[in-house]
């Protein structure tokens, strides 16, 4: 196993994603768009290298590239434009927040993976129809059947009672299909890492401790975190050129931490980690301890996308799960000149 530092170090700072970064125009569809309810097509080892050639592959990780660059150098308190519909998101992923209490954990058996989060998801799968119709305009309405399912499976697996990097993923592409249906657009951009994804991480924290879920697919001490990635992709982007939290090794030190895991979405994952892991940190999080060799936040930054599309994006235990429509479609990419 080559250490994180080592791969990130041998990695171009130049961008990783280049090869699906995301058109600027305008994501309008046409009037007569047909939408479809989203299904999995990665059904065998062979099929992965459809999905590495198709539209779908290079929409999110262009997506997730150009996120990362609107949010380089930024803390989360930065003053930015927060739209009506930026809020409308906010307010659903609230009440589905809210909704956890309603479903408190049950006395079992078994210490981890509580039934009661079936309940709750439960709950949340008959209201996501209801929630979207509140949060999107009417117009795009249509398009409910398809993005919801992005929605519905971005909490976890019910009959595992696990989350892991293939739930954040689907969220990430809800966004995306959000931006490709005209609800959000690129002045949204900052609000949608900073605001939307940053209260849906509390919220996958929050089922993660009251539901104590297992990590789904952990590689254990060898992954870069049990549940989240993207999380530390946009947050080491916003830790570059900081000049207090440099080096990097700044961000193992508590004092650090406590200063700054409120604006840094990096420093939030970590103090989040000490919160749930006992022991030595270079123990419990080796991956993570080996970055913090790294000589600056831009190498990191580009090494763990690289690290993404290596870890996540190329394993068929992740990618078996993801659901293809008409805004993520399986087909294959066309270049355009």
């Not at 709750?120 to 209201?127: A, C, M, Q, V, Y």
């Not at 959000?184 to 605001?195: C, G, I, N």
């Amino acid at each position: 196993m080559i250490s994180a530092s080592l791969e990130i170090n041998k990695m171009s700072v130049e961008n990783p994603i280049g090869d699906g970064a995301r058109n600027e125009k305008s994501t309008c569809l046409p009037s007569n768009h047909c939408f479809l309810e989203p299904e999995k097509a990665v059904k065998t080892i062979t099929d992965m290298t459809i999905w590495e050639k198709s539209e779908a592959y290079m929409e999110y990780t262009g997506f997730i590239a150009t996120l990362n660059e609107a949010i380089k150098g930024k803390p989360l308190s930065v003053d930015c434009k927060i739209s009506e519909n930026v809020t409308k998101i906010m307010d659903m992923l609230e009440k589905i927040d809210k909704l956890i209490s309603d479903f408190p954990p049950i006395e079992q058996p078994q210490r981890f993976g509580n039934s009661a989060f079936r309940d709750w998801l439960h709950k949340i799968k008959s209201n996501s129809t209801h929630y979207l119709q509140d949060a999107l305009d009417q117009n795009i309405h249509l398009a409910i059947p398809e993005v919801k399912a992005y929605l519905e499976e971005s909490f976890g697996n019910a009959t595992r009672i696990d989350y892991g990097t293939g739930h954040e993923m689907s969220f990430i592409m809800f966004l995306c299909c959000l931006y490709k249906i005209g609800c959000l657009v690129q002045e949204d951009k900052v609000a949608t890492v900073f605001m939307i994804f940053n209260k849906y991480l509390n919220i996958a924290r929050k089922l993660q401790k009251t539901y104590r879920m297992e990590p789904a697919g952990s590689h254990g001490v060898w992954s870069l975190d049990d549940y989240q990635f993207v999380p530390f992709i946009w947050g080491s982007s916003q830790l570059i050129d900081h000049p207090k939290i440099y080096p990097p090794s700044k961000f193992l030190e508590d004092e650090v931490i406590d200063k700054y895991s409120d604006e840094y979405m990096f420093l939030s994952c970590i103090k989040y980690i000490k919160e749930v892991k006992k022991g030595p940190f270079a123990e419990h999080s080796n991956q993570l301890w080996s970055i913090s060799a790294v000589g600056s936040w831009s190498k990191i930054n580009q090494g763990l996308i690289k690290m993404y599309k290596k870890e996540i994006l190329a394993k068929f235990p992740v990618v078996q799960h993801i659901l293809f429509g008409s805004l993520l479609p399986i087909r294959r990419f066309q270049m355009h000149n």
